[in-house]
């Protein structure tokens, strides 16, 4: 089935986050109280809420997206290119840009999104905050009343599955077992936050999501038994 897929049809996407402010003691004393009950299972005795706050981009309602990083194909003939796109800055503009995309250029009922750990992590992500934002939703996020088979989203975690639900493999291994470049040669996740609020430096962000949306492609196409996308085919717009 994934053969017969469309590829011009597909969004590929991925999001970076930070914690919402750059200190815990930035946070209201309630919303400090808040996020000390909604962490208190994974941190238990071992850290405070101030020394956990570090992870706190990771929950919705405790953090924020810096960044939404796009990739598509374009096919003309024997010709692929594959063009990416990001959004950055004010977290609700970006979201405000990122629903117009959608909406103008991705909104057929046939068109998916994809990404890796997107259904557990980046769609929701995106969903909570928009609506935190008051911005309505498109509906290639609308999850309310529909079948799970009905929700046009594709991730390359669940593909890898095959079924195995118990199983999680990270992209950066994936892009390992099937000699892809690895995204992660500049920083990885753990790394954003600090990326963002000591450097201050966006563009370096942006780069690290835009190599993960390509990585992404560049797993499907290794599922279909393709070949990977070479550099000559890569456009950032």
């Known amino acids: 089935m994934l053969n017969k897929l469309n590829l011009e049809h597909v969004l590929f996407l991925d999001i970076e986050t930070v914690p919402e402010q750059e200190t815990f003691e930035g946070l209201t004393p309630v919303k400090q109280k808040l996020y000390a009950d909604k962490t208190q299972y994974q941190r238990k005795e071992e ?86 934002h008051g911005i309505s939703l498109p509906e290639k996020l609308q999850f309310f009343g529909k079948k799970p088979w009905e929700i046009p989203h594709l991730d390359t975690l669940e593909l890898w599955k095959f079924g195995d639900y118990k199983h999680y493999t990270s992209l950066k291994l994936l892009t390992e077992l099937f000699n892809i470049p690895s995204p992660k040669d500049d920083i990885d996740g753990s790394q954003v936050r600090d990326v963002y609020y000591k450097e201050k430096d966006i563009d370096r962000i942006v780069i690290y999501c835009e190599k993960d949306v390509i990585a992404v492609a560049q797993v499907i196409l290794k599922l279909r038994q393709e070949e990977l996308l070479e550099d000559h085919e890569l456009i950032s717009v």
Do not use: Q
Request: with cysteine.
């Open 47 to 132: 850290f405070t809420a101030e020394e956990f706050y570090e992870r706190a981009g990771i929950w919705a309602e405790f953090g924020k997206i810096v960044c939404i990083s796009v990739g598509y194909f374009n096919f003309k003939g024997s010709e692929r290119k594959f063009r990416t796109t990001s959004f950055f800055g004010e977290e609700g503009d970006l979201l405000k840009r990122f629903k117009i995309l959608v909406e103008d250029y991705f909104s057929l009922p046939h068109h998916l999104m994809c990404g890796h750990n997107a259904k557990e992590f980046d769609f929701p992500y995106i969903a909570r905050r928009m609506l935190i």
